[in-house]
């Protein structure tokens, strides 16, 4: 069964250490997000990257970079998207939160 739908896409860049009430910030974005009932959220860790600090962050052996960049990415629809912005509010202090519009193709082999 195929089925196609638009939907919200929530992607927020934070640091790998960046913390909210001594826990990661991504970890409490991701629990944060399943205990409002979104539809899924994954975290992926950068392998390089700059911010708003334009220091350099990777994960090369020889570098003393530290704090790689995170990306937590959550869709679901655009009124539970915009609902979890205010919660977003409260923990992200740096970082980058974006929100757009994406096409949804779902490919199931068996009904739910």
Known sequence: MKSHE???????????NDQYRHRPLYAEIVHRAHHM??????????ME?????????????????EDLPVAVVIVDTREK???FLAELDEMVI???VLVDEV???RHRTRPR
């Open 37 to 46: 009932g979104l539809a899924g959220a994954s975290v992926f860790r950068g």
């Open 49 to 65: 990257g700059y911010g708003a600090s334009s220091l350099i962050h990777t994960s090369r052996l020889l570098s003393l970079g």
């Open 81 to 83: 998207i915009t609902a």
């Open 6 to 16: 638009t939907a919200a896409r929530l992607t927020i860049l934070v640091g790998e």
């Open 103 to 105: 096409e949804v193709h």
């Open 94 to 96: 740096d970082g980058l």
